[in-house]
């Protein structure tokens, strides 16, 4: 019973690199999205989607790229790594329909130095 | 835009206390209000999800109100003990459009004490 899987769970990157954030659920979930957590200002959400194929901007999209191949999983790409982007970063899934709560993994710790 | 706010931001209280943990949004068009636990280093855990029709939801020690036209929710924990020390995010569905995208607040800090 896997739910929502993350990896990895911490790195470190140099200012430039780019890297993918993979996410991975087992639930058979429509909906995925990808949040990032800072301190003194909540989750906020980067890129999420409805759906295989179809993904759409959330609230703080710049320099971060998202595609949705499978239902299974949908991974975050940094373009060139930015220090601002040093964040945790949260991956969640849930069903298709609005009243369903939705499932979070372990998250990603990403240092940009 | 939604915002949402908790309130306090960091609570102690000995083992045993009834609490009460608040939040507020701007914007009553929600569709759900959700409350998370997160452990430090964890993920988020959903505790209760109230639909926009419900006034309640109650699971085993928690209860969770809702008052859509006021913007306000609030977290009830009952007989608190240490083992609830964690802390309390509370998020809103806004979002006509699917996707249940979410809107968080801050979170409350909790510390129970022996």
């Known amino acids: 019973n896997a739910g929502v899987t993350q990896t990895p769970k911490f790195q470190v990157l140099k200012t430039g690199q780019s890297m993918t954030l993979q996410c991975a659920q087992d639930?058979?979930?429509?909906?995925m999205s990808w949040y990032r957590q800072d301190p003194g200002m909540g989750l906020r959400l980067i890129h999420y989607?409805?759906?295989?194929?179809?993904?759409d901007q959330g609230e703080v999209p710049n320099g971060y790229n998202v595609s949705r191949s499978t239902t299974e999983d949908f991974p975050l790409r940094l373009l060139s790594a930015a220090p601002s982007q040093t964040s945790v970063y949260f991956c969640?899934?849930?069903?298709?329909?609005?009243?369903?709560?939705?499932?979070f993994g372990d998250g990603t710790r990403l240092s940009i130095l | 835009k939604q915002e949402v706010t908790q309130i306090p931001a960091a609570l102690s209280v000995p083992e045993g206390e009834n609490l009460v943990l608040n939040c507020s949004f701007t914007d009553s068009a929600i569709y759900n209000l959700q409350w998370f636990r997160q452990d430090p280093g964890k993920g988020l855990t959903s505790l209760l999800l109230?639909?926009?029709?419900?006034r309640e939801q109650t699971s085993g020690r928690l209860n969770a109100s809702l008052d859509k036209s006021s913007g306000r929710s609030t977290l009830y924990i009952a007989a608190s003990q240490p083992g609830d020390s964690a802390t309390y995010l509370c998020a809103v569905s806004s979002n006509p459009g699917g996707g249940n995208k979410l809107t968080f607040g801050t979170g409350t800090q909790l510390k129970v004490e022996l």
């Open positions: 969640a899934s849930s069903p298709g329909r609005h009243n369903q709560p939705q499932h």
């Open positions: 109230i639909q926009s029709s419900q």
């Open positions: 639930m058979n979930h429509e909906y």
């Open positions: 989607s409805v759906g295989a194929g179809i993904t």
